[in-house]
Nanobody, 125 residues
Framework: QLQASGGGLVQAGDSLRLSCAAS????????MGWFRQAPGKEREFVAT????????YHGDSVLGRFTISRDNAKNTLYLQMNSLKPEDTAVYYC????????????????????WGQGTQVTVSS
């Protein structure tokens, strides 16, 4: 089970850190990802990280501003969001997929097995 938190209402240029707490003991064997969905739009890839945290990949729209990370000892995934823009406004979802390959990354939301409930991020101009 995944529980996302940390969203809120901020102004353009501000920062937020999202967290995603995972229950269970298998967190370190899951590839994790962040996705977002704005009203009337499809779910968009934001970032993904390997099960060990050794590799990350960020979408073009957030590259250089957002950073995905994880703490396997705390069963928690993070998304540090800096220099927020109004176009970042969306519901942000964390997702996980079990894997035996510590090098795998997944960008397609259809590849993920588990999803958090989402947390709203609103950026005002």
């Amino acid at each position: 089970q995944l529980q996302a938190s940390g969203g809120g209402l901020v102004q353009a240029g501000d920062s937020l850190r999202l967290s995603c707490a995972a229950s269970g003991r298998a967190f370190s064997r899951y590839v994790m990802g962040w996705f977002r969905q704005a009203p009337g739009k499809e779910r968009e890839f934001v970032a993904t990280i390997t099960s060990t945290g050794g590799r990350m990949y960020h979408g073009d729209s957030v590259l250089g501003r957002f950073t995905i990370s994880r703490d396997n000892a705390k069963n928690t995934l993070y998304l540090q969001m800096n220099s927020l823009k109004p176009e970042d406004t969306a519901v942000y979802y964390c997702a996980g997929k079990g894997t035996s390959d510590s090098r795998r990354l997944y960008l397609n939301p259809r590849e993920y097995d588990y999803w958090g409930q989402g947390t709203q991020v609103t950026v005002s101009s």
